[in-house]
């Protein structure tokens, strides 16, 4: 009797590890959402560009005729990559503002997510942030068409909450039963198909009338993504090769050379 219970146990282990497997597997290679809609900043353009890389945006701002013009802007010659700590700067004015109306911006919430194309990765947030004006004497950052809102996000590369984060979607869509807490080399990223970061904000936005002195607040969403460097560098050899992925996750050679301590 006993034999037969430790069969029936062992068949059931197997048929929940069975399961298991394919749910994973199932989850694993589900495709993320399309967001090819979503205005895009490429890291990859850059090369040789006086100009900083820019993208503009008017956003609706709810109940009002005027919108809020927001300048995404990424300096020349910098590199985007998920490991490293980036910076990203907004520039926000007021487009058709009438002359009765006052606008000040009381706080900007802004969440950083990584964008991959296999759904497992998708979506897992690296970083956030508030900016709001630091004393009692103003209603917030004044904006007006003439008038513009400078402000700077800075984008951790590897904390805590994103390594625990990373880490349970990694393991879990190789079906390991061990979780190893660690940061990642860049390429684990682009191997997972990781392309760019999503950067939503939140403004909120305190509109006065002067006519009436009414205040109300609205809060305008807007987002944008940045795509990734692509090309990671590796030392194999004594040699210097350089690896460039594609959205997919797959890696092509680009470029094979001596390292430095052999060209010395």
Request: aromatic letters at 8%; charged letters at 25%.
């Amino acid at each position: 009797m006993r034999k037969k219970y430790l069969k029936d146990k062992k068949t059931l282990l197997v048929a929940l590890a069975s399961a298991f497997t394919l749910s994973v597997t199932g989850c694993s290679s589900e495709m993320a959402p399309d967001n090819s809609n979503i205005d895009m900043i490429d890291m990859n353009e850059f090369q040789n560009e006086e100009e900083d890389l820019k993208i503009s945006k008017q956003e609706n701002i709810n109940g009002e005729d005027f919108k809020l013009n927001i300048d995404y802007i990424c300096e020349n010659g910098s590199e985007w990559r998920i490991n490293d700590t980036k910076k990203i700067y907004m520039s926000i004015n007021t487009v058709g503002l009438p002359d009765n109306k006052e606008v000040y911006i009381d706080n900007i919430h802004s969440d950083t997510y990584i964008v991959s194309t296999k759904a497992i990765y998708n979506g897992i947030k690296q970083d956030t942030m508030d900016d709001r004006i630091h004393n009692g004497l103003m209603y917030g950052f004044p904006i007006s068409d003439t008038n513009n809102y400078y402000g700077c996000n800075t984008i951790e590369g590897q904390n805590s909450e994103f390594i625990q984060s990373f880490t349970y979607a990694y393991q879990g869509a190789i079906v390991s039963s061990e979780l190893s807490q660690q940061r990642r080399l860049e390429s684990d990223f682009l191997e997972k198909g990781v392309y760019a970061n999503q950067i939503e904000n939140v403004i909120d936005l305190i509109i006065i009338d002067k006519d009436t002195n009414e205040i109300r607040t609205v809060s305008v969403s807007s987002n944008i993504l940045i795509k990734i460097n692509n090309r990671v560098t590796f030392i194999e050899n004594n040699q210097e090769i350089i690896y460039e992925y594609d959205m997919n996750g797959n890696k092509s050679l680009v470029e094979k050379k001596l390292t430095r301590e052999l060209t010395k």
